[in-house]
């Protein structure tokens, strides 16, 4: 496909988008590059170079260091597209990873309509694979599987903001989903509006600290459970107002099925600035959004029955019906213990300096991704755990990292997870080292990056029921990488507290029996473990979840055991060797050396 070449964007928009990402303060010098630094020529290089510094966290790019070698991932790559397209800048992130230095990109990226593309018209739109997992789960009050988050605004005005709420509402279409349980299953379908009361002003005044906390919990609960499917709405905002001497705050509820944890970063960001340009007496004009949330639920429809995707069930079926020993046990409760309401989670954190270190550090170091070390230092410690060298998990992702995913969807609401099941080998006795061997390997090995499975078994009826029979994990994680702030620069609010994983009501049963979320949020690696306090202790899950930090940690170090031999069969997938013969292969060429 012909890309159309352009050299120049809108200069005064340039400027204005150079003076807003340059606000960012760089957070290290740039690396030791292979070649030396060469200034910006041109506008759109220099907006370019703005926006890695801003991005990468580094004073200085050149427009020919490689924006992956600086430290760029997927997810960062999505931070560029956003920014591109606040300006009209067409970056796509199969485009980004095609040309991966300023120079490159410069010269393939072009100016687009900056008017925002028309609403996305009503009307039904297929189920995605996530979207049938969650209905698959038979929860008894569906409605009641929401995130959320509070706020502590500065000032705002109760009637401006629901104003602005309405904005969001009108720019976002999956914010007007209504799903409809059919006789061929359940439906859903876009809204042409929302119609139904997504705002509440609460007053809270004359009462007590202790007892205004209360009365937010009190009306949280209420407000949760009070999404409706059906009718609804799916996003609720209450703004709790506490008296001239005490902070408001913003409660945000949104049901799972219409976000995900990136979703809040562009929901919140137009929430502010809709609210700023009402108070201001101004048109609201937000970000023009990307591709349409339809167009990728209708594409993966399409792909559920393409051969390509057939042919990967022969990988998947295997891998499922492979016997894999229970998880440990600390109390010996029946399954049907395993409640929402006896969900208890514990947060664990890399500290800034390691976060920057395994994923710009130890990945060079490695050979390896930044999911590569977190995976093998989880199979290293469940191994030790269970006493299995075996491990079945499920790995949840954001399709929007796929680095050939064909649509723009930096800027594009919804729940844009995949999933699929991951077995992977460990052994205690071996080290670290030779688990990440293990485990580079096996992923490389997974045919589309795992994105298919979902297709097949939830959107192919035939594959569908033959992987449904299997028995699946008893681990779920669910990776993020980079979320960013979810708070935007210049915000009249702070987070006070949120869980962007889905609260379903207290009777649910989990469908986990571990659930792990990890992000990068504020340069820290959070490390999210829920579990139930009906069949695992805390000092138990505690325990193993700063022990994988301490893998990661080993890790991190650069603790190269066998001889510093990190290399694997994936680094050289063209010489037909397996662990054991390039092993030796290098052994012999480190001797003659």
């Known amino acids: 496909t012909a890309i159309e070449r352009a050299n120049t964007l809108s200069q005064s928009r340039i400027v204005e988008a150079i003076d807003q990402v340059s606000q960012a303060k760089a957070a290290h010098p740039r690396p030791a590059m292979a070649t030396s630094y060469a200034a910006p020529r041109s506008e759109t290089e220099t907006w370019l170079a703005t926006v890695w510094q801003a991005v990468l966290g580094i004073d200085q790019v050149g427009i020919h260091d490689n924006f992956f ?60 694979p996530s979207q049938r997992w969650l209905f698959e789960q038979q929860l008894t009050e569906p409605q009641h599987f929401n995130q959320s988050l509070l706020a502590v605004p500065s000032i705002l005005d109760a009637t401006t903001l629901a104003q602005a709420a309405q904005h969001v509402v009108a720019h976002h279409e999956t914010l ?124 993966l429809a399409a792909q559920a029955d393409a051969q390509t995707t057939l042919d990967e069930q022969s990988y998947w079926q295997p891998i499922l019906e492979e016997w894999i020993a229970p998880l440990p046990r600390d109390i010996e409760s029946p399954e049907s213990a395993n409640t929402a309401g006896s969900t208890a989670t514990i947060r664990t954190t890399l500290d800034a300096e390691a976060t920057r270190a395994l994923f710009e550090i130890a990945p060079d170091m490695y050979r390896a991704e930044p999911l590569d070390l977190l995976l093998s230092a989880l199979a290293q410690q469940l191994a030790a755990w269970s006493g299995e060298r075996s491990l079945l998990l499920e790995l949840q992702q954001d399709a929007r990292q796929l680095p050939d995913e064909k649509l723009d969807l930096s800027r594009t609401a919804g729940w844009f997870a995949f999933s699929f099941p991951l077995l992977l080998s460990a052994d205690p006795a071996t080290g670290i080292v030779e688990t990440l061997k293990a485990v580079k390997d096996t992923l490389r090995q997974v045919p589309s990056r795992g994105a298919h499975y979902g297709l097949l078994r939830y959107l192919n009826p035939e594959a569908g029921e033959q992987l449904s029979a299997l028995p699946g994990p008893e681990i779920r994680l669910s990776y993020w990488g980079r979320i960013g702030a979810r708070v935007p620069d210049g915000a009249g609010w702070r987070i006070s507290s949120g869980n962007l994983s889905p609260q379903p009501a207290s009777s649910a049963q989990r469908a986990y029996l571990l659930e792990i979320d990890a992000f990068v949020e504020d340069d820290t690696l959070v490390l999210e473990w829920r579990y139930s306090t009906a069949l695992h202790q805390h000092a138990t899950i505690e325990r193993l979840a700063h022990l994988v930090l301490d893998g990661l940690g080993i890790l991190i170090k650069g603790d190269t055991s066998a001889d510093g031999d990190v290399y694997t069969p994936s680094d050289f997938p063209l010489s037909g060797l397996n662990q054991e013969d390039l092993s030796r292969f290098l052994s012999s060429v480190r001797r003659r050396s």
């Open 69 to 128: 070698e600086l430290g760029g991932d997927s997810v960062l790559a999505l931070q560029v597209i956003a920014r591109a397209n606040e300006i009209g800048a067409q970056i796509s992130p199969a485009l980004l990873f095609q040309h991966q230095t300023i120079a490159e990109l410069a010269a393939v990226i072009s100016p687009s309509d900056t008017t925002s593309p028309a609403e996305e018209a009503a009307g039904p739109v297929p189920l995605t």
């Open 176 to 299: 007007r989903l209504r799903f409809e349980l059919t006789a061929e299953g359940w439906q859903q379908r876009i809204a042409d509006a929302e119609e139904q009361p997504i705002f509440s002003a609460i007053d809270v005044t004359n009462i007590s600290a202790d007892e205004v906390q209360q009365q937010i919990r009190k009306h949280a609960a209420a407000l949760e459970a009070g999404l409706d499917l059906v009718n609804g709405p799916l996003l609720r905002l209450a703004l709790f107002y506490a008296g001239p001497t005490q902070p408001a705050q913003l409660l945000v509820t949104i049901h799972q099925l219409a976000v995900d944890a990136r979703s809040w970063q562009f929901i919140l960001a137009d929430l502010w600035t809709a609210y700023q340009q009402l108070n201001q007496g101004a048109a609201v004009a937000l970000p023009a959004r990307t591709a349409p949330f339809r167009q990728w639920a209708e594409r």
